[in-house]
């Protein structure tokens, strides 16, 4: 199983960043998908998840209407577009796929600075 990550970077406040997520080793449409983010210091925070097929989605409150969680099941790729970006949404952005078990990516790095 191997969730890879890729995207981040270093962006200016209001700059946009898509992160993807490329999975493999398991039935990756069966899997819910979920993009969680932490800043040093702070807990692991829920940003966004989405379905199986793609059909139900839930936002974090800090970034409903700014962010947008989408999947291609043919490509087994999880993405994350986040547009308004802010200082605070600097981060790790990891990704995990949830069914009968669960797993993670090991992050990249969303650096919001002028």
């Known amino acids: 199983v191997q969730l890879v990550e890729s995207g981040g970077g270093l962006v200016q406040p209001g700059g946009s960043l898509r992160l993807s997520c490329a999975a493999s080793g398991f039935t990756f449409r069966l899997y819910e998908m979920r993009w969680y983010r932490q800043n040093s210091g702070k807990d692991r925070e829920l940003v966004a998840a989405i379905s199986g097929a793609g059909g139900s989605t839930i936002y974090a409150d800090s970034v409903k209407g700014r962010f947008t969680i989408s999947r291609d099941n043919a490509k087994n790729t999880v993405y994350l577009q986040m547009n308004s970006l802010e200082p605070e949404d600097t981060a790790v952005y990891y990704c995990?796929?949830?069914?009968?078990?669960?797993?993670w990516g090991k992050g990249t790095l969303v650096t919001v600075s002028s």
């Open positions: 995990y796929a949830r069914y009968s078990a669960g797993y």
